[in-house]
């Protein structure tokens, strides 16, 4: 009689404790829904309204600042940039008048 090859115990154990792990971060990277930071929120209304990034980036070169980074954060544009002093800094604005948006302290 022919047997069929078998794997310790403790093989197949690790192997489906493994899977399970592999299984259960896969699910909870793929659920967890991004998070506005909380700093500031804009009633910004339809994107169809919102006026272009470039226009806020050019806003803020005129001022002197060095733009590192705009994105999207709780409906308002988040600026991550140097002032015109050298300063770094982390401001909201509002995506339809681009003015400045106070932030909650941290």
């Known amino acids: 009689m022919i047997c069929p090859v078998q794997q310790p115990k403790q093989v197949f154990i690790v192997r489906k404790t493994a899977a ?9 990277l793929t659920t967890l829904p991004s ?11 339809p ?3 919102w006026q272009a990034v470039e226009t806020l ?4 070169k005129e001022k002197g600042w060095t733009i590192r980074r705009i994105k ?6 988040e600026v991550y ?5 050298g ?3 982390e ?4 995506p339809v008048t681009l003015a400045p948006v106070p932030t909650k302290p941290r």
Do not use: M, N, P, W
């Open 72 to 77: 999207e954060d709780g409906g308002c544009y």
């Open 91 to 94: 401001a909201y604005f509002h």
């Open 47 to 49: 994107k169809s309204s």
């Open 81 to 85: 940039a140097l002032t015109e002093k």
């Open 57 to 60: 980036e050019k806003q803020l």
């Open 35 to 45: 998070f506005a930071t909380g700093l500031a929120t804009c009633d910004s209304g």
């Open 20 to 28: 399970i792990l592999v299984f259960a971060a896969s699910a909870g």
């Open 87 to 89: 300063e770094r800094v």
